[in-house]
């Protein structure tokens, strides 16, 4: 009963090669995020959606990008991976992004640069 | 500077006892810290909240608490289980932002022992 789908679990890709990570939610929630986790850190917030309205974080590199083409899908997209990005990348989705409200997350995709 | 800082880093417990994890925040003003659990390869998934006027909150075997006056909030686990294994993240939500701004701790890796 995954409400927050991630696809690929795991995703291998070259130095430089455009990359997509996909994140599709059941819940019909507003609010949906991208967020990078890196080994032993805090998940860093890239951008979130509130509904169509991007916003993206002061620091997220321009090197990503993402895509809500309606309320269940979310696409991240790196135009050129470097070894940096070499991460867990976590989708998460909030009802309206209240204060109290809680983050569902996916499973997140492991991304690999070679 | 607002930050979420967790100890310790790292934990292992026999089977059946009982452990404290601490997270330690600035973030201010405050609205609200939750507990996540992070199993390995998985997203986090919420185990409590806790707003400014709650001291403790009970959710099983876990047990968080709250000084809002002191900045600080544990996780008591007890009775521990095997798939009590996982990083536990401590989140600290900012007030007055209509998205609220979340703050993550790194998080403490639990390893449980049989």
């Known amino acids: 009963d995954a409400m927050v789908i991630q696809n690929p679990r795991y995703q291998v890709t070259q130095f430089g090669k455009p990359v997509t990570l996909s994140c599709s939610q059941t819940?019909?929630?507003?609010?949906m995020y991208w967020y990078q986790q890196k080994s032993s850190q805090a998940p860093k917030l890239l951008f979130h959606?509130?509904?169509?309205?991007?916003?993206n974080e002061a620091d997220t590199p321009d090197n990503f990008q993402s895509r809500r083409p309606n309320t269940s899908f979310c696409f991240l997209d790196i135009r050129s991976p470097g070894l940096g990005d070499a991460a867990m990348y976590l989708c998460?989705?909030?009802?309206?992004?209240?204060?109290?409200?809680?983050?569902?997350f996916g499973s997140g995709t492991q991304l690999s640069v070679l | 500077k607002n930050q979420v800082e967790q100890s310790p880093q790292s934990l292992i417990i026999l089977e059946g006892k009982n452990c404290t994890l601490q997270?330690?925040?600035?973030?201010?003003?405050?609205?609200?810290l939750r507990w996540y659990k992070q199993d390995t390869g998985r997203g986090p998934v919420s185990l409590t909240i806790?707003?400014?006027?709650?001291n403790t909150k009970s959710n099983g075997r876990y047990t968080a608490t709250l000084d809002a006056d002191t900045k600080q909030s544990s996780l008591h686990i007890t009775a521990s289980q095997l798939s009590d294994s996982a990083s536990y993240i401590c989140?600290?939500?900012?007030?007055?932002?209509?998205?609220?701004?979340?703050?993550f701790g790194r998080g403490t890796q639990l390893t449980v022992w049989p």
């Open positions: 806790m707003t400014f006027s709650e």
């Open positions: 997270c330690n925040y600035t973030v201010s003003p405050f609205s609200n």
């Open positions: 819940l019909n929630h507003n609010v």
């Open positions: 959606y509130y509904d169509k309205d991007f916003n």
């Open positions: 998460a989705t909030s009802i309206t992004g209240g204060r109290n409200e809680k983050l569902f």
């Open positions: 989140v600290v939500t900012q007030r007055g932002s209509t998205l609220g701004r979340l703050y």
